[in-house]
């Protein structure tokens, strides 16, 4: 496969595979799904003039499975098989991954756009392109910005994703032209309980003074509340935890702290200026009403809202950030991964990441619905 495009170029499109049509053109992105992606890069101000393009592999992987070049046995496969990013793949993997290599050190770009798996393994070592598309991401060996997407022969069989698609694009210019920066996350774990009162008072004093929007997330465990993070901005929110690991008792809280925390909440819960905003906000709320007998009195709802606009896309939190979200790194993996023999701090710190993040595609939601003429 050809390659097209200046090598002076700051942003590299790293194709995965070609097509029957992209085989016979020997020219990435030649076919009619290219045409359509360099149609969406142009619409949001990016010329197919100035970027570099290649093909990661030559030729398709046999049933257009990426399994069957790399594979996930521990021992060798067969002969020439070679050990790359965690994984035996075949010669012809071996050979693309070589003249990758080369491809960067001669473009050296600022930032890669890897459309599919391929390309995205070849980059990161990860394979899965739904959970990982429209993450800024880096890795030590690399002096430039990975940001993963579909391949754009999705297109042909699921046009729904042009939306998608241009959101991740969209993203890609913030990232090169600098406006999308890394967000510093501050976040209160392990709060004292004048930390945490201190908090909830200074919540309800900001509703006093103005309406106000305040996010809540809650985590559980065994059917009960292990703790809530809370946040009024994008940037910082406190975990107030319910539950902990202890060989002494499971309670965070003596009794008596936890009926002041909740009497705030309470509070918080009927203040008639606070709009409480939740992902998937029902199972929060049977919650709240089961243990702590209150319910958010004005209460909006991240999955049903962006559900409303785009009722054939996913709903996850991963998901919405993706598209509405300032930056994004995808994240959820943090509690699945979370070891309780480390601690708790990696799943409050998930906490907050969760609230902080679903107060923050809010109001990013409520402008696309507007832009489409709807009423929220």
């Known amino acids: 496969m050809k390659t097209l495009g200046p090598t002076s170029a700051r942003i590299l499109i790293l194709a995965d595979y070609p097509s029957p049509a992209e085989r016979a053109s020997q020219l990435p992105l030649s076919d009619w799904a290219g045409d359509k992606f360099f149609s969406i890069l142009s619409s949001i101000g990016i010329l197919k003039s100035t970027v570099f393009i290649a093909s990661y592999l030559n030729i398709a992987p046999p049933k257009e499975e990426l399994k069957n070049i790399i594979s996930n046995r521990k021992t060798c496969p067969g002969a020439d098989w070679r050990w790359i990013n965690g994984a035996w793949c075949h010669p012809s993997v071996g050979e693309a991954h070589t003249r990758l290599l080369a491809l960067l050190e001669q473009v050296q770009p600022t930032i890669v756009l890897a459309l599919g798996s391929a390309s995205l393994w070849a980059l990161t070592g990860q394979t899965n392109t739904l959970k990982w598309r429209g993450s800024r991401l880096s890795r030590p060996e690399w ?47 392990a709060p004292t309980i004048e930390t945490a009162t201190a908090w909830l008072i200074e919540f309800e004093e ?43 008792s499971p309670f965070y809280w003596p009794v008596e702290h936890e009926a002041i925390i909740l009497w705030h909440l309470h509070r918080l819960f009927r203040h008639p200026s606070i709009t409480w905003l939740g992902q998937n ?20 709802d991240t999955m049903i809202g962006h559900h409303a606009i785009h009722s054939n896309t ?15 790194i995808y994240w959820k993996d943090d509690i699945k991964e979370w070891d309780p023999k480390l601690g708790e701090r990696q799943y409050w710190n998930y906490n907050c990441k969760d609230a902080c993040v679903t107060w923050e595609i809010w109001n990013e939601i409520l402008s696309s619905a507007k832009e489409k003429g709807m009423v929220c």
């Not at 069989?157 to 920066?181: C, F, K, W």
């Not at 996913?314 to 994004?328: E, N, V």
């Open 143 to 189: 002096p430039f910005t990975i940001l993963p997407t579909f391949a754009p022969r999705i297109l042909q069989t699921a046009p729904e994703h042009a939306h998608i698609l241009r959101a991740d694009l969209t993203r890609l210019r913030s990232i090169y032209e600098g406006s999308q920066v890394p967000r510093n996350y501050s976040f209160t774990i």
């Open 206 to 248: 900001k509703a006093n003074e103005t309406p106000y929007t305040l996010s809540a997330d809650l985590e559980t465990r065994n059917h009960h509340i292990a703790c809530i993070g809370l946040a009024d901005n994008a940037d910082s929110a406190i975990c107030i935890p319910f539950l902990h690991i202890s060989d002494s």
């Open 281 to 300: 906000f029902l199972y929060d709320c049977q919650y709240f009403h089961r243990f702590w007998l209150a319910l958010p009195k004005i209460a909006r």
């Open 314 to 328: 996913r709903k996850g939190l991963d998901f919405l950030s993706s598209l509405y979200a300032h930056d994004h």
